[in-house]
């Protein structure tokens, strides 16, 4: 049986660094591998339907769909989560105590659809009563050596206009411009030490690991898509890409607690690995809808009550039909 030759485009982790690496593999599937960074596989996708299969952006991924213009259907594989209480930065001389007092600011982000920014939005209403309407918005270009972002989509009854063309996000904090901005890494004025800004949650590990534990939710970054004609095409291979993709998690998932030969540079990762199991579950990086419900679910209200989607997405519509029951081997 010939194999059917695939363009897939996706970032390096462990998660996916086994398959690109040729450790495991796709059944019935030769893949050629683009690595890049992640703005330029997302720009490139949307735009350009560059790859068979990639990985996305789960919020735009949200928004093309619900407006019937994505050019691709969802694989419930997420090469990507994080907690997002730690992206948010604020300017020491505001008079910003609390997540509340952030009501009427202005407050700088990348792009108002990125995902980060949803989920930091998401946790502010949820947690603490601060919608993403009782914000105002400025966004553009991270730092100088971020891309132009891209705005794909004009919010719902949100204030959100751009920055000049020549300034940067990082540098409107460090100046005073913004009050606050929201970034999925570090501003360099922050690594650097600017004495007039910090983290909003300082402690944010504790706070995060107080979030997962109590609303079951490791937040969802990214999904894989496949180009919505092959998935017609070929219905039958959107499996086989699942589980490819589940084989290279667990081989770097069953390596994480290893003691004789650390797999990571983490000289307490088999520690770190426990704790983790403890608070959030022992397949806490799971694929699948339906292990993943609660927390598909949240992005879509977020998605809606933010005025990025018209209306409230349900996490059916995201995936293709043969793999909405797919659930992957449990990861012991």
């Given at each position: 049986m010939s194999k059917t030759d695939l363009t897939i485009a996706v970032g390096i982790n462990d998660r996916t660094l086994p398959l690109v690496a040729r450790l495991v593999d796709i059944a019935d599937v030769d893949a050629s591998f683009v690595t890049a960074p992640l703005e330029e596989i997302f720009a490139r996708a949307f735009d350009e339907q560059?790859?068979?299969?990639?990985?996305?952006?789960?919020?735009?991924?949200?928004?093309?769909?619900?407006?019937?213009?994505?050019?691709?259907?969802?694989?419930?594989?997420?090469?990507?989560?994080?907690?997002?209480?730690?992206?948010?930065?604020?300017?020491?001389?505001?008079?910003?105590?609390?997540?509340?007092?952030?009501?009427?600011?202005?407050?700088?982000?990348?792009?108002?659809?990125?995902?980060?920014?949803?989920?930091?939005?998401?946790?502010?209403?949820?947690?603490?009563?601060?919608?993403?309407q009782d914000i105002r918005w400025r966004y553009g270009r991270a730092d100088h050596k971020d891309s132009l972002p891209i705005a794909r989509m004009?919010?719902?009854?949100?204030?959100?206009?751009?920055?000049?063309?020549?300034?940067?996000?990082?540098?409107?904090?460090?100046?005073?411009?913004?009050?606050?901005?929201?970034?999925?890494?570090?501003?360099?004025?922050?690594?650097?030490?600017?004495?007039?800004?910090?983290?909003?949650?300082?402690?944010?590990?504790?706070?995060?690991?107080?979030?997962?534990?109590?609303?079951?939710?490791?937040?969802?970054?990214h999904l894989m898509g496949v180009?919505?004609?092959?998935?017609?095409?070929?219905?039958?291979?959107?499996?086989?890409?699942?589980?490819?993709f589940d084989a290279s998690r667990r081989y770097s998932f069953e390596r994480l607690a290893e003691s004789q030969a650390l797999s990571t540079m983490l000289p307490w990762g088999a520690k770190d690995v426990g704790a983790a199991k403890a608070l959030l579950g022992e397949n806490f990086w799971g694929y699948g809808l339906p292990p993943n419900r609660l927390a598909i679910e949240a992005l879509c209200r977020y998605s809606f009550a933010q005025g990025i989607t018209p209306r409230l997405v349900a996490p059916e519509e995201l995936f293709a039909e043969q793999v909405l029951d797919w659930v992957p081997e449990a990861t012991g």
């Open positions: 560059a790859f068979d299969v990639t990985e996305l952006s789960f919020s735009n991924f949200m928004y093309l769909t619900a407006m019937e213009e994505s050019p691709y259907v969802g694989l419930p594989v997420f090469p990507s989560r994080s907690f997002r209480h730690s992206a948010i930065y604020i300017r020491t001389d505001r008079d910003i105590k609390s997540p509340r007092d952030l009501a009427g600011r202005l407050v700088g982000v990348r792009e108002y659809s990125m995902t980060a920014a949803l989920v930091a939005r998401g946790v502010l209403e949820d947690e603490y009563g601060v919608r993403a004009l919010p719902r009854d949100v204030e959100l206009e751009p920055i000049d063309a020549d300034r940067t996000l990082s540098d409107m904090l460090r100046d005073g411009e913004i009050d606050a901005m929201v970034a999925y890494k570090p501003p360099p004025l922050f690594v650097e030490g600017h004495p007039q800004v910090r983290r909003l949650f300082e402690d944010y590990a504790a706070v995060e690991m107080d979030y997962g534990r109590r609303t079951g939710i490791f937040p969802i970054m180009r919505r004609e092959l998935a017609l095409e070929k219905p039958d291979l959107l499996a086989k890409i699942c589980a490819g």
